[in-house]
């Protein structure tokens, strides 16, 4: 370390010698004699000491990365990313990979769960910390007391705990695969293993339906933009809920009429242990899930609290002179102002969530993080792997990023 | 012409600035030369360090070491440094009093009993798994006994050297007992609990897969979820290897059964360094007294009454003396480097073979099953004591 510390001193001291001879060779010129010396000249020695301090940085990381590359050829580890192709032996639950799918396949798996819990949750994080944000501030003096104990409680434990802890419950409170709990007429299936819904099977003109409903959601958008553009233009009261849903709807209904019902709706049943119909969700995506969502949602709750407290007394005020009503203070004046607060916190709230979801693997899902575990225990080498999962990590935070990004900037009063 | 002038000195300004970069990038890439072969001198420095702490290590045996390494070494030490386990029921786990016990430890006594004469001379090493190999290649332990699997890769790449398996495991599957499950062939959609980055998943995928038996593997990451996860059956079945099942069999409150499949060979044993065939095979031979003793009949308790046993088999193996014919008195020798009395040495302070099963493994209601003497129809078979 000291000889290239030493190395790196002596080639930036023949730089300076150069630099002061050349300096010395222009000075003697008449129309440069007044230039300062470059050991007075900031511009000179700004430059050298970002030179110099990225050199110590460039021969800190090149000495790491020599030792590490020593250390790796002296115990025969290969760098390479063959091992990718190779047979992974593992298996994921409820994932119909197969354990002699190749390694890059089964880390495609535990990309898809990862995003599965991201996509799910963020949203109700969202939501649910806003309702409970909303509650905290509360002239209900139990609601705001139920919202504080709340978030105290979920923002103040580790959140590996509360995933565990969620997991832990569902476990004991739901009963064992053999005496499921199945509610309303049998079209629900709870048990600690999985929980299984009714869902819609294609039936005939099923392709055709879908297209109905694609059109039907296009006339919805449609009757929506021309509703809000008739309110910008001429304060119309725009109702565009109202008209984009009712189209929908209608357009959807007579389509499905007119097919003669083009799917019908199944429900999950266990028969000799295999589920038959509907959609089954496995317990420890959902336990991980609510695990997270609550644990987020303390957070988020808290954000929305100060974003709401930040917007003018006189906003509220203005609110009231015009006699609106509580729903329509937040809807109209109060949340689009705190939200615009709101937003970047936020976006930091999506990363932290994203990070946490590295957890899952703790009570038996396999997302990302706990497959690359797998294949660690399966002597696959772990700097790449290690490499993978960080990069996988950076794209999901930075895409986060960008989507909130653009949203903020939306979000902001256009400056005149 | 001072126009010129100027233009002159700015070409020869750039010119130096390019020599100047050429410069540099020529001394960087000496430099990176350089810095290889710095890595290389660190790296040399780092191995003749490792060989001298090694020289140092050895420096208290190297009276002994023309005499054969490691035995000599332990001979003058006094005592044998066996690595082993502290968390596993019933093979090696620490005690309330600080002291080690279990099926493994008694094998690390077995080997002091026969190199020291005392089986109590055991400094017993608590290694977690990945620690156990580098620990016995650094040679700060004299034997490895720590449930560790036989296998080619750890033969080879490891520079170990498995000795008698002591114990024949394999990976089997625990069920509740009335779960109606009675053989793994019974198991199919059944949810199975796996320990996550194990050889037993890879086992469980692969053989499972061959025989066409659907299931779902629920991986955990530690014994801390897996066990309630059982307990609370979202998993029926719990994979792992069979003297482990039982082991926690023991600890729930839950009546449970074990299949009577098993799918993979699970030979555990005393493992050595490689490269000391002397060392290796005085252990060797002191496990295997034990598996003698037990086929000859010979038990802590009774050994006193093979002092005058008529059996010529006998009293070479415990180290007697042998009548020659012309009234003669001899001690057979057989050259281990081992005192002539070892086997009776193990026999009398640690036991047979199957007495430390019993002390050790039937607690946890473990069979003998394969590990019965061969004339049981198991597989402890040894080579003859001549």
Redesign the interface.
Known sequence: ML??VL?LAI?LA??AA?YIA?WKV?SS?R?HADEPPPWRDSRVLVLAAQVAALGLIWSAA??LW??F??RTS?IGLELDFRFLDQPS???I??NPLN??AAIREALTQGVRNTFLIIIVGIPLAVMFGTLIGIARLSTNWLLSKIATVYVEFFRNIPVLLVI?LT??IF??AFP???ISWLPFGETFIFN??RFGFPSIVSGNNFGTFQIVVLLGLLAAVALWIWRSRLFDRTGTPHHRVLYGLGTFVAISVAGFIALGGPFDITTPEII???YVGGVTMI??YAAVMVGLVLYTASHIAEIVRGSILSVDKGQVEAGNALALNSFQRYRFVILPQAFRVAFPPLINQFLNYTKNSSLA????F?EIT?VI??????SRPAPQLLFILMVVYLVFSLVLSAIGNVINRRLQIVGR | MIRRGNALKRTAGVVMALSLVAAACSSSSDGEAESTTGVSAVTEETTAGTAADTSDAADDVVVTQSAGGRLAAVQAAGVLECGGNDTLPGFGIIDADGSFSGFDIDFCKVIAAAVLGDSEAVNVTPLVAAQRFPTLQSGEIDVLIRNTTWTASRDGAEQANFLQTTFFDGQGFMVRADSGIDTIADASNTTICVLTGTTTLLNLNAVLGDRGIPFTALEFESNDELQPAFVAEQCEVWTSDASQLAAFAATLDIETSILPDIISKEPLGPVVADGDTEWAQAVNWAVMATIQAEEFGITSENIGSFADSEDSGIRRFLGLPISDGDGNEVIAEVGLGLPTDFASNIISQVGNYGEIFERNLAPLSLSRGPNALWTDGGLMYVPPFR
């Open positions: 000889e290239r190395r080639i023949i730089f150069l050349y222009r010129s129309s090149d000495y020599a030792n590359r020593a002296d032996g593992i298996s639950a409820d354990s002699n565990v997991w832990t476990l004991n064992p695969a053999r600690n293993l000799d242990r295999v317990m420890p693997f703790a009570v038996g396999a706990g575990q797998n294949l660690f225990g399966q």
